[in-house]
């Protein structure tokens, strides 16, 4: 091969590659909150939003399942408590008689 063929192989052909318009980037950057916000839209539309009588029965139920779940963690604590005042209290007896 000569050199000019070696030249040519080497060297990209400018016109091949395609470089993206400026303005086309610019408008593509600026449209993309709008963009973003009208998918949300779209998607929120599928939604199936409950119904206040459904609202209201969750709340109640999940109330209910924090009070249930406080008076244990308070029952556990009351517990617990008395268990270490016990052992607090019985070890130095046990010391002080051995």
């Known amino acids: 091969m000569s050199e000019e063929k070696i030249e040519k192989l ?8 395609k470089v993206p318009a ?7 950057g600026s449209n993309r909150f709008a963009r973003w ?3 949300m839209r779209s998607e ?3 939604v199936q939003w409950p119904t206040p009588k459904q609202i209201i029965n969750n709340t109640f139920v999940a109330l209910t399942v924090m009070a249930c ?3 244990v963690i308070w029952a556990l604590d009351l517990v ?3 268990i270490f005042v016990a052992i607090v209290t ?3 007896r046990l010391i002080q008689g051995w």
């Open 10 to 17: 080497d060297t990209p052909n400018v016109a091949d590659t």
């Open 80 to 82: 617990s408590g008395e």
């Open 37 to 39: 916000f009208r998918e």
């Open 90 to 92: 019985y070890i130095p």
């Open 44 to 46: 929120l539309k599928k």
């Open 69 to 71: 779940a406080a008076v």
């Open 22 to 28: 400026t303005k086309k980037r610019k408008i593509k």
